[in-house]
């Protein structure tokens, strides 16, 4: 028992520490990134603003090892006690809203942009964005994807491996590509 108590507060302490780290990296190398609290950080975590993209993390947010967040001219906003799994990626060029307690599970990706296709090489026609908004108490489960312009109503759940380009209504559920309603809650 006391080696159990002394291992959990080992890892409490390295959390910590990984957490200052990403606080003080964060705010060293890239302006625009608020936090609210420590976030809780369960390995490598890369906070990103260019173009004066904004970042702002609530009280709570836990973030699993090798999460990506990047505000590219954006704002992103974290609720709190959000939660993001192992390799999620969310891009912003315009603005992303994430509510409080939603649990964003392992390699999800959530972007409000895509390549204009206007002129070529495509490459060089810029972006068409639009805002995304993912309400409170929202579950994107493993590998799905969310789209420029989605609004997903809080308490839904995404199926994982599920591509959402449709708004989501709240209590429902949706799976497929695209993502389609297969039940409520």
């Not at 390295?14 to 809780?40: I, M, Y």
């Not at 993209?53 to 947010?61: A, F, N």
């Not at 967040?69 to 609720?79: D, K, L, M, N, P």
């Not at 068409?128 to 309400?135: D, H, L, R, S």
Request: charged share 20%; aromatic share 4%; proline share 3%.
């Amino acid at each position: 028992m006391p080696f159990n108590n002394a291992l959990s507060g080992l890892r409490r302490i390295r959390n910590t520490l990984r957490a200052v780290s990403l606080v003080a990296r964060s705010r060293w190398l890239k302006t625009g990134v608020d936090f609210a609290s420590l976030p809780h950080c369960g390995g490598r975590v890369t906070l990103a603003c260019t173009a004066n993209g904004k970042i702002t993390i609530g009280k709570g947010v836990s973030f699993s090892a090798n999460v990506v967040i990047v505000a590219r001219g954006g704002c992103i906003r974290i609720g709190d006690n959000s939660h993001f799994g192992e390799g999620a990626i969310v891009v912003c060029r315009d603005r992303i809203d994430i509510g409080s307690d939603a649990l964003i599970a392992e390699y999800v990706v959530i972007r409000d942009q895509d390549h204009a296709l206007d002129s070529d090489p495509v490459r060089s026609a810029g972006f068409t964005t639009a805002p995304i908004v993912i309400e409170d108490n929202v579950w994107l489960a493993a590998k799905s994807t969310v789209l420029k312009g989605v609004h997903i109503g809080g308490g839904a759940v995404v199926a994982a491996h599920a591509l959402v380009n449709k708004s989501v209504a709240a209590r429902t559920i949706v799976a497929g590509v695209p993502a389609k309603k297969i039940g409520s809650r």
